[in-house]
């Protein structure tokens, strides 16, 4: 078990200095305008990059994998987006926010880092596929549902151009197509490019995950909406649950690669959650707190996934 402290603790110690440090200098929202643009365009980019990059071509090939872990991602959303609106009685709007917080994991700050210190370089390629997949999925299903809204006042031709838009100039699916690429065609680049590369890509996960922590504290937790009761068991028992059973279910998958998996199905809502609620205006707030109590509560639930993987104490395969 201390294996699994010592390998969490520096994530979450993280996220919790950029919450402190945020706290105490009372820095305005906007000082974090750069850090951000440095993170999602340059460090992340760089470190998806690299991975890839040196990969064999055939492990990209794992189309049941990708499919898999898209399809329960979705089922989670659905669940999530049923319950708020169907039961709870919210609006598409809500509904669909709240769907993306019980469906939309930190793949992108916590994932990369966390997976590749917990299961080394061989979690890379299952990383980025997954997450290039499943921010597709949700970069699809929030205009398209928004839409719905009749608040959206988009016609279909502008819709689709907008989804288009979204996934191919993100600067993470970007990089991964080139990381690919490189890969395909052994693409040896100048050790000065190369050394750049490399430096960009170690300054990834410290600084994702401390922005995470100062934007956490940037926004307060003025109330607990009730919904959190039932999002946050979902996106941190339930989804995680789900998906190892159907991997194991399937089979023939690389142990790494179920592990890896379940771990980032694990980790607490994305931070994009509430970029989205703030962009729409639905459910803004309530994202907010949403994304700090699956933070904290994820300490102990992705912890126990990886102490029950590491310690062989769950098998990778349930139905060999």
Do not use: Q
């Given at each position: 078990m201390l294996e699994i402290i010592t390998l969490v603790l520096p994530f979450f110690g993280l996220i919790l200095l950029g919450y402190v440090v945020a706290k105490f200098t009372h820095q305005p929202d906007g000082a974090m305008g750069w850090l951000n643009v440095f993170i999602i365009y340059v460090s992340l980019p760089a470190l998806f990059y690299k991975l890839l990059s040196t990969t064999p071509v055939e492990e990209f090939k794992r189309a049941d994998f990708l499919a898999t872990t898209t399809y329960v991602a979705f089922i989670i959303f659905a669940l999530v987006f049923a319950i708020g609106y169907f039961i709870r009685r919210n609006n598409i709007g809500h509904s669909t926010i709240q769907g993306l917080a019980g469906a939309y994991g930190n793949i992108g700050y916590m994932g990369p880092g966390m997976a590749l210190l917990a299961f080394g370089e061989a979690a890379a390629v299952p990383v980025a596929l997954i997450f290039c997949v499943e921010n597709i999925l949700h970069f699809t299903m929030a205009p398209l549902m928004?839409?719905?809204?009749?608040?959206?006042?988009?016609?279909?031709?502008?819709?689709v151009l907008k989804v288009v838009k979204n996934i191919a100039f993100h600067p993470f699916i970007i990089?991964?197509?080139?990381?690919?690429?490189?890969?395909?065609?052994?693409?040896d680049l100048p050790d000065a490019a190369d050394n750049t590369i490399n430096i960009l890509a170690q300054?990834?996960?410290?600084?994702?995950l401390f922005a995470m922590g100062v934007t956490l504290a940037l926004r307060p937790l003025n109330r607990i909406p009730f919904e959190i009761s039932y999002i946050v068991p979902i996106k941190l028992l339930l989804f995680p649950a789900l998906m190892y059973l159907s991997l194991s279910w399937l089979g023939n998958f690389d142990p790494i690669w179920v592990q890896v998996a379940v771990l980032l199905a694990s980790l607490p809502t994305a931070t994009n959650v509430f970029v989205i609620g703030q962009q729409y205006g639905y459910w803004v707030e309530r994202a907010s707190a949403?994304?700090?109590?699956?933070?904290?509560?994820?300490?102990?639930?992705?912890?126990t996934w990886l102490w029950l993987f590491k310690t062989g104490t769950l098998p990778i395969d349930m139905f060999p």
């Open positions: 928004m839409a719905l809204t009749g608040k959206e006042k988009t016609n279909v031709g502008a819709l990089a991964t197509f080139f990381g690919v690429m490189a890969a395909i065609f052994a693409v300054a990834a996960a410290p600084c994702a949403c994304i700090l109590i699956s933070t904290i509560f994820s300490v102990v639930t992705t912890s």
